[in-house]
């Protein structure tokens, strides 16, 4: 039996208290002792501990973190940001394998144990760069669980072939299919959604399709992605990214966040403002899982992003206008463990605003330390220094790789 004995923590700012671990999930919490060395454990020292931090939109195979900062040069709007990618991702300095490594270092080693990223699946790149996202993984597998999503961000129906290299991207490993604005991109909603369900249940994965779609437009794709997951009996097995249409104020947006409660899809984003401000209040007492990322990285589509997840969470608090310590804990919960109920479905979801998950009996043992008096303080002040507990035991990962250097003030180092 691997055990682990944390004395001395305060969850989410609370009493300080033991919790026991054992074979990797949270075996008991009492009354501290203050002393590690009874089951020769960690002390925390009376600081704050935290659900591990949750990256649940990422896309690993374009970031460019630690490398030289380069001018943003990309035309305007979605397809002329996919377009620069395309023209410059191969002039990135480094291999997509040793950038998403990189980046992977850096957001374990601020906390992040759960990640879920996009890799690109396209006729240009072909599976090179799944191949890079897989072999970082691999690199990584002892101190983080990462979900793949083979993701066609230049549509799937434009270019000839992109079909068969999604099946493909399946078949090497990739966890989940994606999808991406079937009217906006493919100008083709039924054949696009009907190409990203037929490979989920050939290989019998799960769905993650962005959907930046707004108003209207939006509300109508995301009710053709309800009428699959009903009529396919996919409760519980899908995920739309960004869902801009939820911020859009329309009348339809009860409905649609009652629907998506019914089917179990789950909802990730980026903490993004001027009109993708998400209605996380309304999806939390709906029961909707909903998670956050960092998307891309200082990458060819935008400068922002730093492998720091508390910082998107300060981010999240930011965009959404959030002030009280429950709102400000709310943004954090979503980049905690509302992100990990995101990738495991057996995990309850964030009900409400003060609700502090990740401490009872039987939850995964998935945690990170941070010098902080309060959540809020947390989400403020983003300490430098952590600890990360992942399947139980203390991780710990090199950050320092040749070509690379992290960057932000509180960065780890």
């Given at each position: 039996?691997?055990?682990?004995?944390?004395?001395?923590?305060?969850?989410?700012?609370?009493?300080?208290?033991?919790?026991?671990?054992?074979?990797?999930?949270?075996?008991?919490?009492?009354?501290?002792?203050?002393?590690?060395?009874?089951?020769?454990?960690?002390?925390?020292?009376?600081?704050?501990?935290?659900?591990?931090?949750?990256?649940?939109?990422?896309?690993?195979?374009?970031?460019?973190?630690?490398?030289?900062?380069?001018?943003?040069?990309?035309?305007?709007?979605?397809?002329?940001?996919?377009?620069?990618?395309?023209?410059?991702?191969?002039?990135?300095?480094?291999?997509?394998?040793?950038?998403?490594?990189?980046?992977?270092?850096?957001?374990?080693?601020?906390?992040?144990?759960?990640?879920?990223?996009?890799?690109?699946?396209d006729a240009d790149s072909g599976l090179e760069k799944m191949e890079g996202v897989l072999a970082a993984r691999e690199h990584y597998a002892d101190a983080a669980d990462v979900q793949i999503v083979a993701?066609?961000?230049?549509?799937?129906?434009?270019?000839?072939?992109?079909?068969?290299?999604?099946?493909?991207?399946?078949?090497?490993?990739?966890?989940?299919?994606?999808?991406?604005?079937?009217?906006?991109?493919?100008?083709?909603?039924?054949?696009?959604?009907?190409?990203?369900?037929?490979?989920?249940?050939?290989?019998?994965?799960?769905?993650?399709?962005?959907?930046?779609?707004?108003?209207?437009?939006?509300?109508?794709?995301?009710?053709?992605?309800?009428?699959?997951?009903?009529?396919?009996?996919?409760?519980?097995?899908?995920?739309?990214?960004?869902?801009?249409?939820?911020?859009?104020?329309?009348?339809?947006?009860?409905?649609?966040?009652?629907?998506?409660?019914?089917?179990?899809?789950?909802i990730t984003h980026a903490a993004g403002g001027r009109g993708w401000e998400l209605p996380l209040a309304e999806l939390a007492a709906a029961g909707v899982r909903v998670g956050v990322g960092m998307d891309?990285?200082?990458?060819?589509?935008?400068?922002?992003?730093?492998?720091?997840?508390?910082?998107?969470?300060?981010?999240?608090?930011?965009?959404?206008?959030?002030?009280?310590?429950?709102?400000?804990?709310?943004?954090?919960?979503?980049?905690?463990?509302?992100?990990?109920?995101?990738?495991?479905?057996?995990?309850?979801?964030?009900?409400?605003?003060?609700?502090?998950?990740?401490?009872?009996?039987?939850?995964?043992?998935?945690?990170?330390?941070?010098?902080?008096?309060?959540?809020?303080?947390?989400?403020?002040?983003?300490?430098?220094?952590?600890?990360?507990?992942?399947?139980?035991?203390?991780?710990?990962?090199?950050?320092?790789?040749?070509?690379?250097?992290?960057?932000?003030?509180?960065?780890?180092?």
């Amino acid at each position: 039996m691997n055990s682990l004995r944390i004395a001395n923590v305060r969850p989410w700012g609370g009493e300080a208290v033991d919790i026991v671990i054992e074979n990797g999930v949270v075996a008991a919490v009492s009354e501290t002792t203050a002393d590690a060395s009874l089951a020769g454990g960690l002390d925390g020292g009376g600081q704050l501990i935290l659900p591990a931090l949750s990256d649940v939109h990422l896309h690993l195979d374009s970031s460019c973190l630690g490398l030289p900062f380069r001018a943003y040069t990309g035309e305007p709007g979605r397809w002329g940001r996919i377009m620069n990618d395309r023209k410059h991702w191969r002039t990135a300095d480094r291999p997509v394998a040793e950038r998403a490594a990189f980046t992977l270092a850096v957001a374990i080693a601020n906390g992040a144990t759960r990640i879920r990223t996009h890799a690109q699946v396209d006729a240009d790149s072909g599976l090179e760069k799944m191949e890079g996202v897989l072999a970082a993984r691999e690199h990584y597998a002892d101190a983080a669980d990462v979900q793949i999503v083979a993701f066609p961000q230049v549509g799937i129906l434009l270019e000839p072939g992109v079909v068969d290299l999604l099946d493909a991207a399946l078949r090497a490993g990739a966890d989940l299919i994606g999808g991406i604005d079937p009217c906006e991109i493919d100008r083709d909603p039924v054949r696009h959604l009907d190409a990203v369900f037929m490979l989920a249940e050939r290989h019998q994965v799960e769905v993650d399709i962005h959907l930046h779609e707004a108003g209207e437009l939006g509300l109508f794709t995301l009710s053709l992605i309800l009428e699959r997951v009903e009529a396919l009996s996919m409760q519980g097995r899908v995920t739309i990214s960004h869902a801009r249409c939820l911020a859009s104020g329309l009348p339809g947006v009860p409905a649609a966040i009652a629907r998506l409660a019914a089917a179990g899809v789950a909802i990730t984003h980026a903490a993004g403002g001027r009109g993708w401000e998400l209605p996380l209040a309304e999806l939390a007492a709906a029961g909707v899982r909903v998670g956050v990322g960092m998307d891309g990285q200082r990458d060819f589509w935008s400068p922002y992003g730093n492998g720091d997840m508390l910082d998107r969470a300060w981010q999240l608090a930011f965009v959404q206008g959030f002030a009280a310590d429950p709102e400000i804990e709310h943004a954090l919960g979503v980049a905690t463990w509302g992100g990990a109920s995101v990738l495991d479905r057996g995990l309850r979801p964030l009900e409400r605003f003060g609700s502090h998950p990740g401490f009872a009996p039987g939850d995964p043992a998935e945690f990170v330390l941070v010098d902080a008096v309060s959540p809020t303080a947390a989400v403020m002040d983003r300490p430098a220094e952590r600890t990360v507990v992942h399947h139980g035991r203390v991780v710990t990962v090199d950050t320092a790789l040749p070509g690379f250097e992290i960057p932000g003030r509180w960065a780890v180092r």
